[in-house]
């Protein structure tokens, strides 16, 4: 496993910006694919946006499709989540999580290492 630490979160206004970003630990980060997922109170962790080991490919989920961006930049170990026009709905904690699986994916059975999470906070 990668160990995984996230950091940037804080509390907006509603159409301001924030960059979530997870360190990583580990020797074999480069063969990770990563993954942003979220959980908003009382609800349900779900996947944001997944690349691929060498950033070649990316996925999002259509809440976020056009507004965030993820990126990685693999000489510091980094995994970026550029949030731009937030919206009160995008309230929640977000994790970063990694996995082995030759494909990235919006399941978050198959991420086998997870960060503890930071909150982002858009008030309206």
């Known amino acids: 496993q990668v160990q995984l630490v996230e950091s940037g979160g804080g509390l907006v206004q509603a159409g301001d910006s924030l960059r979530l970003s997870c360190a990583a630990s580990?020797?074999?980060?480069?063969?990770?694919?990563m993954g942003w997922f979220r959980q908003a109170p009382g609800k349900e962790r779900q996947f944001v946006a997944a690349i691929s080991w060498n950033g070649g490919r990316t996925y999002y989920a259509d809440s976020v499709k056009g507004r965030f961006t993820i990126s990685r930049d693999k000489g510091k170990d980094t995994v970026y989540l550029q949030m731009n026009s937030l919206k009160p709905e995008d309230t929640a904690v977000y994790y970063c999580a990694g996995t082995r699986t030759p494909t990235i994916s919006d399941y978050e059975g198959v991420y086998d290492s997870w960060g503890q999470g930071t909150q982002v906070t858009v008030s309206s």
């Open positions: 580990g020797r074999t980060f480069t063969v990770y694919r």
